[in-house]
């Protein structure tokens, strides 16, 4: 079945560092790719999608862009702030269906200290 | 405005007793969800319903069940309660048909088994 790898936490790194979070992804056929973040004691919130290979999904200053030859969609920010602490999910749903639930990576906390 | 709302937030209580969660969503979708979140932060798939009908049970107990009013809401039954149910629940919706359609989620319930 489908299934998404992302890289163990906690990542802990100080404010105005590169962060990357690596995603991989098994599915059959052409899914799309998510990631949500989940502040402290609140739900998931989508920061950012692709739908086909070579997109790039980008918001608040992070992107990721779907790598159909690597099945990957790693997300990056290139300074990161200490509201960005949060944990981090890689997701993907297949393309051919729009009300598919959400397969979701395992997570990845993120630490940013000033 | 609130997209998806949960109540309660938080829900304590014996093993053995029958709860209810409830969601409403005030976006318009035609599908709403389930996930178990668990002390990992591991989220996963409990049901998927699409305007009031069940369209996925994933070999979740029959202890839950979910009801669908009407397309806005989503509320879940749990009877029996169990240690292992401890956890955090989400409701999300979408909107059908479209590829890579975005879930909203709501800020999840928090169920403490004691």
């Known amino acids: 079945g489908d299934s998404v790898t992302q890289m163990e936490g906690p990542v802990t790194l100080s404010e105005e560092a590169f962060l990357t979070i690596n995603c991989t992804y098994t599915a059959t056929g052409y899914p799309s790719l998510f990631w949500y973040v989940q502040y402290p004691g609140e739900g998931l919130q989508l920061l950012l999608k692709a739908t086909k290979a070579d997109d790039k999904g980008s918001n608040k200053g992070f992107e990721a862009t779907y790598r159909k030859e690597t099945t990957s969609f790693h997300l990056e920010k290139g300074s990161v702030q200490v509201s960005d602490s949060a944990v981090y999910f890689c997701?993907?749903?297949?393309?051919?269906?729009?009300?598919?639930?959400?397969?979701f990576g395992k997570g990845t906390r993120l630490s940013v200290i000033a | 405005d609130t997209a998806v709302s949960q109540t309660p937030k938080y829900l304590v209580t014996q093993m053995g007793n029958d709860k209810s969660i409830k969601c409403e969503q005030n976006?318009?979708?035609?599908?709403m969800y389930w996930y178990k979140q668990d002390s990992k932060k591991f989220l996963k798939i409990m049901f998927s319903y699409n305007n009031k009908e069940l369209i996925i049970n994933e070999t979740v107990p029959n202890r839950f069940s979910p009801k669908s009013p009407d397309k806005a809401h989503l509320n879940l039954h749990i009877n029996s309660l169990e240690l292992g149910d401890s956890a955090v629940y989400f409701c999300?919706?979408?909107?059908?048909?479209?590829?890579?359609?975005?879930?909203?989620f709501g800020d999840g319930t928090r169920l403490s088994i004691l």
């Open positions: 999300a919706s979408s909107q059908t048909p479209g590829v890579g359609q975005p879930q909203h």
């Open positions: 997701a993907l749903t297949p393309r051919n269906s729009g009300n598919t639930p959400l397969v």
């Open positions: 976006l318009g979708h035609d599908t």
